[in-house]
Structure formats: structure tokens, C-alpha cells
């Protein structure tokens, strides 16, 4: 009685704080439905679900376990977890969610509470199914029970039922009810298969196509609640009627995010983005390949998936280059901060490395595997270490990350990493200019009509950079934003104004056409051992009525003499132009137009070298910092670290600066 009556006073209070807090109206995840453009044609998704084969395996039909293995393949994965994989899964063992702690009570409003609980249902009943232990049965059968407790999946202020909770517990409980199937009672099948059926039918009512209606297919609030949808779908295909057809709606909207997932392996959200959202696409692919036996592994962007991880690490295997929503910028560099123990629990950066055993195992590819090696070697962890059981392939001879290349051009998405060596006192170095979701999504834009783009997870940086050196974050980004401004980057305001629609709320590239963000390129990159040059076309990141006729960044890097930075800018009125360097914490004016940022250990020196008259500002960096979900601009503001301000004289035309960096 007294938890029923907690559970409606936090309840009331939720729904009234999102009230107090309106949604963004500038940011559409999942469905967006617009009936001015309704067709008197199917939608597309209908002709998917028609053509598309998303068939439960005839020798499936009746087995449980069947969704990701069978009784026969939980055999041989025993064998693995006492030989071959012995120390990977002992590993796993430690960590059971189930056994460490009880999952939440309802409501379990909290940030990710839910997920959590479909984790580690997950997690517990695979590894009772490989272990045995009665402790681990009744654990999974607790969480069980947990999830079907929770009368919302997800949070009752935003999306209730359709979004990311909903994936995660989809998820759990339906493997779990498949793993567990023949240990469970007739009255505990009953009861999970009930919930499974009202929570599917919600959220495939949800998904359904109709006229009109476009998704953010790119978009893991698109993605992840799919990918539970499948699971479910699988896990009970012969025992509910309309399950065959979960399965076929997640069959088609995952055509549509492999097709528009990233070519090149970038992750265009930010890495933070990439340790959450990934790991589904890689979970759908095995569920579906498993269950109907198609496979549609062999995408581009999951080859390439290994040097993302690998180029975004920054040499201490810590931190990263934390382009677009990534962790909090300063404050987690240097573990301070609410958020810093969920990136970095233990004081390891929660990496998900293992999903490139994976992609290695699929590939045969020993680079991903060694990249995979190499962050193990670091101390990273993953959020399911389980799957390293099913994953994980010694054959596949792994190529030492130090016989990597140690940089790579992202040219779909225009970014580009350098640094001098694998080590830890290695000098690194990352550069960006490119529209958001890369040059591949300004075609697919005009064949994929059920497409929108969400794109809030990218920040408007055009032109800017991220340097590090001897052991040290020099100079970069500014984390995670509830409302993204390019003032939070090493690039340019014109009067004060950065790119795109910054500052009306989560999404700055909402209401910007495509065509124009495609325009953002790099022109020109030289990359050698001891010489860098990168040349790139920044002007179509700013709005026409900023003025901006060209704006042309130079960077360059020499092992001996440093960074230099030259920009060419030519307006058709005259505005202000402003130059922004960051630094995680203070900046001291050396005089002459000099600043040191750094500590005694490392010091990255900046001297003005053009125009010879400036103003200069050291400034606090105000981020508002993300929100409630469906709130995420509504959060508060947080300082993180300084930035440095060096502007033109008054309003030009035309303008040179020319900037030295030197360690």
C-alpha cells in the first residue's frame, strides 16, 4: 500500500514536471506523421513487409530456445565457457546485474532503470542456461517479475510503451522467456507471454505505417525499440497469431536503417551514442539470422565499424574524441560530475569493445579483433559481457593495434583522426567538416520518401578540432548539450551566431535543407607520418543570412612546429568574426597575443599571428546541459571549462586569421 502510494506521488510528479517542461518541438525520434503528404499509394514499409523474409525457420517452429540459439548450440557454448572461453566468461559471471542487486520497484522512473532490468534479464537467464545455478534462475525470474510489474515501459512523461525501455525489456523478457521457456511454470509462461503481447501490440501499433507517416530510421529511438519488437516476435511466432507480423514490420524498418546506416563506420551521434545504440542493430542481425536463417551482416558500415572505435580512443584509452553527444566534455575528463560513474564505472570507460568480436568473427577481420584486444588490454568493459560467450572467435588471428594505421579519413562523414603512435604519450589530433549525417543521406533523402531526419545527437562544429597531447586533453569539445551551439567547439561565430538553426533546441539542423549541409566538405587532405594539411569548405554551414560568401579553414600539423590554423573569410556585409579556442579548465594570458592551456605537464601555446589587431574574451563555457527525455533542451546549465574569444577588430568583409598552436 505505501509503495503503491510513493509510486503515484512520483507518477504525479513526473507528469506535472512535464508539463512544466514542454517537448521540443524541433525534434522528432521515432514516427512523425504528416497527412499533407499522404499517398494514395502503399506506404513504402507495406511493400517491405510483403517482400522482405522475416519466416521463423520450419525446424524452429515448436523449440524453445530458439530466438538467438538452440538447446544444442547452448551445449557447445558450455563446452566454450569451461575451455576456450573459460576466462571471458568467468568474467561475465562477476558481473550478473540479478545477482548484484534488486532490480527497481515500480515505476522506475528513473534514468534507464528500466533497460537496465531488460539487460539483465537477459544476462541471468543465458547464464543460468550455461551454468545451472539455481541462484540464477531465481534471480532472471525475479527481474521477470520486475518487468511485468512496471505498467508503463518506459517513462510515463514521454513515450510511454514505444520507446527505448520498451526495446530493452522486449528484449530481456522475451529471450528470457524463450531461455528459460521449459523451467518456467505454466502459470509464469502464461503470465511474461500476456505482458509480451500487450507491450508488442503497443508499440507495433505505434511503428505501423499509415499514410503520410515518416520515420527517423537512422535514429536509435527508431532502432532500438525494433530490435526488441523482433525478439519478441521470435520468441513467440508459433503461440500468437499476430506475432509473424511484429516480425515483418521489424524486417522492413531495419531495411530502411541498414540502408541509411553510416557507409564509412562513423557513428554520427557521438561515441556515447555508439557504446548505447549499436550493440541493437548487432542484437536485430543476430536474431533475425538465427530465427529465419537470412543474414544481413555484410554492411559497409559495420566492416568499418573496428576504426571508429579505434581512432575515436584517445592515446590514454580513457577518454575519447568526443565529437557530437558524448559524455559531459570537461567534467568527465576530469571525473567530475553526476554522469562520470555510468561512462566510467570503476574508473574504466565503458567502451562495448566486444561488439567488435563480433564483427570480427562475421568478417574474419583480425583488425577488428585486435582492436578488440587492445581495449580489453586497457580495462574497458562492455554492458553485456555475456554475449562475449556467443561472440568472441579465437581463430581469428587478431593484427596488433600497433601495426594499425594510425590515421584514417572518415570521407562520408568528413572527419578525420591522426596521432603519432598507438601509445599512450602519443600526440593525436581530430578534425571535422562535413553536414551531419553524412554526404551518403543527401541521395537516400531523395529515394526513401519515409525517411526524416532527427538529427540532435550531431552538434553544429563544422571546421573544428580536438587536440591531445602527453597524456593530456589539450583542446576540443564541450559534451553533451541539451541545445548544441557551435560556440561549444574550436570553429567561428559571425556577430555572435554559429551554423545552422543552433540554439532552438536539441536539434540545430531541424528545418535545414539537406542540399545545403551537403556543401560542408574537407577539399584537401595530405596526411603523412610527420606532416599533416587538411583543407576544408566550411561556408554552407551558415545560414544565408549570416553573410557568409566563404569560409575556408586551413589546418596543419608538423611533428616539429606545431598546429597552425588559417582562415580565409569573405562576407557580403560586414559582420564581426570570432575565433574560438577551449580549454577544459583555465586560460592565461602570456601577453603579445599569447594564452597557454594546459597544466605543467602539457601546454598548448596560442599566438594570434593574423590580423594584427584583435579583441580578445576568456570566458566561462555555459552548456545547457541534456534534459528529461522529450525535454533534453530543458536541462540545466552547467560551466565546462574556459574558451577563448578572439574577434576582428569591428565588422568586416574580409578577414584573414592565422592562429599557432605549439606544444
Known sequence: MVRDLIALLVISFLLFSSRSFPQDRYETLGPKDNPARASRRPHPLEELMRTRHA????????????????????????????????????????????????????????????????????????????????????AARKYMEAAVSYDVWGYYYNKPNVDL?????????????????????????????????????????????????????????????????????????DEVEDAPEWARLARAIYDRVLATYTPDGYYYEGFEYW??????????????????????YDQPGLRAMHKYVAHTMLPSGRDIFDFGDAFEGPLTRLRRGEDHQRTHPGGHLLSNYNLLYATAARFRDGEAQGVA?????????????????????????????????????????????????????????????????????????????????????????????????????????????????????????????GQAREGRGHDAFSGVPYDLLNRIRILEAKLGDKEVVIRADVTSAYMPELDLLRFEREFRFSAEGGFRIIDTLQLAKAHVITELIHADETIMPLGDDRFAIGGSDAKLIVSVEEPKTVRFRIEPNIVIAAGLPGSVDKGERQERGQRLAISSAGPVRDIRFALSLKL
Open 165 to 237: 525501455a520498451a526495446g530493452h525489456l522486449l528484449y530481456g523478457l522475451g529471450w528470457g522467456y524463450d531461455l528459460l521457456y521449459h523451467d518456467l511454470t505454466e502459470k509464469e509462461r502464461a503470465r511474461y507471454r500476456d505482458k509480451l503481447i500487450k507491450q508488442a501490440r503497443l508499440l507495433f501499433d505505434y511503428y505501423k505505417p499509415k499514410p503520410g507517416r515518416t520515420y527517423s530510421y537512422s535514429q536509435n529511438h527508431v532502432f532500438i525499440p525494433i530490435a526488441g519488437l523482433a525478439v519478441a516476435a521470435y520468441a513467440l511466432y
Open 275 to 296: 557504446v548505447f545504440a549499436t550493440p541493437w542493430i548487432i542484437h536485430y542481425l543476430d536474431a533475425h539470422r538465427h530465427a529465419t536463417g537470412e543474414d544481413l
Open 373 to 497: 584486444e587492445w581495449l580489453r588490454k586497457l580495462g574497458q568493459l562492455n554492458a553485456e559481457d555475456f554475449w562475449s560467450l556467443i561472440w568472441y572467435d579465437p581463430t581469428v588471428q587478431p593484427v596488433p593495434i600497433e601495426k594499425q594505421a594510425r590515421w584514417h579519413y572518415f570521407t562520408d562523414h568528413e572527419v578525420i583522426y591522426w596521432r603519432s603512435g598507438w601509445s599512450k604519450e602519443a600526440v593525436a589530433f581530430a578534425f571535422k567538416c562535413g553536414p551531419p549525417e553524412g554526404h551518403h543521406a543527401a541521395e537516400l533523402l531523395k529515394r526513401f520518401s519515409d525517411w526524416h531526419l532527427s538529427s540532435g545527437h550531431a552538434h553544429p562544429d563544422a571546421g573544428s578540432f580536438i587536440i591531445y597531447a602527453k597524456g593530456r586533453y589539450l583542446t576540443g569539445d564541450s559534451g553533451y548539450a541539451g541545445v548544441p551551439l557551435t560556440a561549444h567547439h574550436n570553429t567561428a561565430l559571425v556577430d555572435g551566431r
Open 55 to 138: 519466416t521463423l525457420r520450419p525446424e524452429l517452429r515448436g523449440v524453445h530456445p530458439r530466438v538467438f540459439v538452440t538447446e544444442e548450440e547452448l551445449e557447445l557454448l558450455r563446452q566454450r565457457a569451461r575451455t576456450t572461453h573459460r576466462e571471458l566468461w568467468q568474467r561475465a559471471l562477476s558481473q550478473v546485474r540479478a545477482l548484484r542487486r534488486d532490480p527497481p520497484p515500480a515505476p522506475a522512473q528513473e534514468r534507464r532503470a528500466q533497460n537496465e532490468v531488460g539487460i539483465g534479464i537477459a544476462e541471468a537467464a543465458f547464464a543460468y542456461r550455461i551454468e545451472g545455478d539455481p541462484r540464477l534462475l531465481a
